[in-house]
């Protein structure tokens, strides 16, 4: 498969917690990219993460990369209820092709 | 930022009939475009990457036939979805990467095109 693997497949959390997402992936790569996706509407650009960067913040956003275990984490702090919705990494590699993980739902829940 | 539009934004079409995608590139100019299949509560899938001035390039199990793919200048690339049937019913997105807007080789994605075939 193109796809890379994301865990969890779902997440419901309350609002107000952490949400930690995962990603792995198997070839090398320029960067590894997170977008947020709200049913049925396109894709919103959250932080893309180098392959020589280890870690990166955009707001209550933390991305991590760990690349000898090809893997990155997405975290988004100090939930909301906007926040809900489904979050892709997507890797870009050497040939500018980007291809995406299978995603994780979030739910916050009120 | 780069901005990277689609046309039409949703179509319904008949079964077996031909639709034309459109993805252009507003205000930078794109070499290379990728064209994306997400069906319902599914990841992105890329389809085919579109090369100014040449063919195009399938991923496997995309049906070059079936998905034409013109990439007629520097900002437009079209996707025809030809004898369209009801399980082409998807959301279909572009993307383009643009060097000049970007330092990070980030690539910007068009609001996507649904497509329903009845």
């Known amino acids: 498969s193109q796809q890379g693997e994301e865990d969890p497949q779902a997440l419901s959390i309350q609002e107000g917690e952490n949400a930690t997402m995962n990603c792995s992936y198997k070839?090398?790569?320029?960067?590894l990219q997170w977008y947020r996706q709200n049913s049925g509407r396109g894709l919103v650009h959250l932080i893309l993460?180098?392959?020589?960067?280890r870690e990166k913040h955009s707001g209550r956003l933390r991305v991590t990369l760990d690349t000898s275990k090809k893997s990155s984490s997405l975290l988004i702090t100090a939930s909301r209820a906007a926040d809900t919705a489904s979050y892709f990494c997507?890797?870009?590699?050497?040939?500018?092709?980007?291809?995406f993980g299978k995603g994780t739902r979030l739910h916050i829940l009120p | 930022g780069a901005v990277v539009s689609q046309h039409p934004s949703r179509v319904i079409c008949k079964s077996g009939t031909s639709v034309k995608i459109e993805c252009r590139s507003l205000d930078f100019q794109a070499t290379t475009m990728f064209w994306y299949r997400q069906f319902p509560k599914q990841s992105l899938m890329l389809m085919a990457t579109?090369?100014?001035?040449?063919?195009?390039?399938?991923e496997q199990g995309v049906e070059k036939d079936k998905f034409l793919i013109n990439h007629a200048s520097l900002t437009l690339s079209t996707l025809t979805v030809t004898s369209a049937h009801p399980e082409d019913s998807s959301f279909y997105i572009c993307s383009a990467p643009d060097r000049k807007f970007s330092t990070n080789n980030e690539q910007f994605f068009g609001p996507g095109t649904r497509l329903t075939v009845l």
């Open positions: 997507a890797r870009e590699g050497r040939d500018d092709k980007i291809i």
């Open positions: 579109s090369n100014e001035g040449s063919k195009a390039t399938y």
């Open positions: 993460i180098r392959s020589n960067e």
């Open positions: 070839t090398s790569i320029n960067n």
